[in-house]
Nanobody, 127 residues
């Protein structure tokens, strides 16, 4: 089992940047594929980005491709989401999720694929 804690959210102007962190408990974080999702008020939780156990594969939603970068440091039990060129439509609660995986190269975009979820961190982008 793993527990996830997000940090790094806040208020930023359009065009600015933020880096979110997803810190995990436990010594086997490298066994988990990780994804970031976001939920804006009144909307469903949407996929943002995912990274494989090894960190060798990543995948992004079209809406963030070229602006966001997901990475991980397994020695620090942490996954990052670097968000650049932020837009007001990026405003949402961002949540990380983890899925225990044998295959080191799989990434997942569906919410149902993930078993463990953090509490989320608010990102607000002003125009």
């Amino acid at each position: 089992q793993v527990q996830l804690v997000e940090s790094g959210g806040g208020l930023v102007q359009a065009g600015g940047s933020l880096r979110l962190s997803c810190a995990a408990s436990g010594r086997t974080f490298s066994s988990y594929a990780v994804g970031w999702f976001r939920q804006a008020p009144g909307k469903e939780r949407d996929f943002v980005a995912a990274i494989s156990r090894s960190g060798g594969r990543t995948y992004y939603a079209d809406s963030v491709k070229g602006r966001f970068t997901i990475s991980r440091d397994n020695a620090k039990n942490t996954v990052y989401l670097q968000m650049n060129s932020l837009k007001p439509e990026d405003t949402a609660v961002y949540t990380c999720a983890a899925d225990l995986q044998i295959n080191p190269n799989l990434v997942f975009t569906g919410r149902s694929e993930y078993d463990y979820w953090g509490q989320g961190t608010q990102v607000t982008v002003s125009s």
